[in-house]
């Protein structure tokens, strides 16, 4: 459940400001669910996420937890029940029966306020080739506190590449991934009490750069991965970077409800930030 947390409070609030708009001009207003679900490639299913919108007080709407949607994940005909996660309004599937494969398609299925509520998404294939400029940043702390605007300056910036794709989308995703990350101790750089992440918005290239300044937060070993997205995510990210006065229609792939039903597929390489 980390992962979708990255983008849940921009997702809610871009659908807040356009659903808002959009149920208060229907004469009767109804409930609508709001769902947030992501498949991922390799990976268990535990990224479905449920809320309502909720007419309230005439000139308003709220959301609401839902925990209690009986959720059907289908591919290839078999149907996989999920079950409520220990989170409210997350829903996971914890047998060992189901995979999320590169290149096949899922459905997902429920009922809730008296309509049925369907998706459906293909997982795309992953990104190949990923190179990476530097396996490891060293950091001189004596440097570091004598002249710190010159030493993050001059730190190797990161380059990635990967095979070219066409159309597709791509995000990046940097992870320290130590049990107990030591921080960087600078206020330049700002302190981290648990491990640091950087997510990129997606982008429709084979290259990314990443800043020092950005993420050189921690020392220890990062994981960084490239995800390659479905485009439905990628119209959901540009939304947002949208002046919400100008939202008609909130982007939604969810027939009978509100939100987004997508997967993901990676790879990944690794760098370091060592302390001399």
Known sequence: MKKISILLLLISCMFFLSCEKDVLQQSEPVDLVVVEAYLYAGENVDNIYLTALLPYGGADTVFQVISDAEITLTHNENS?????????????????????????????????????????????????????????????EDELLANPREFIQNLPQIELDWDESGDDYFYVLVENIEQNPINIEL????????????????????SYRLMPLIIIQQYGTHLIRVFKVNKEYADLYESMEQDSRNLNEPLTNITNGLGIFTAFSCDSVYFEVVQQ
């Not at 293909?122 to 530097?134: A, D, F, K, M």
Request: charged share 20%; glycine share 6%.
């Open 80 to 140: 996989y029940q999920l079950e409520p996660a220990d989170s409210a309004g997350f829903y996971r599937y914890t047998r060992t029966d189901l995979e999320i494969i590169k290149g096949e398609k899922y459905q997902i299925e429920f009922d809730y306020f008296n309509k049925t509520i369907t998706a459906e998404t293909t997982v795309p294939t992953p990104p190949t080739g990923i190179t990476i400029s530097n396996t490891a940043i060293y950091i001189d």
């Open 187 to 206: 206020g330049v750089i700002g302190q981290k009490f648990s491990n640091f992440q950087f997510i990129s918005k997606p982008v429709k290239v084979n």
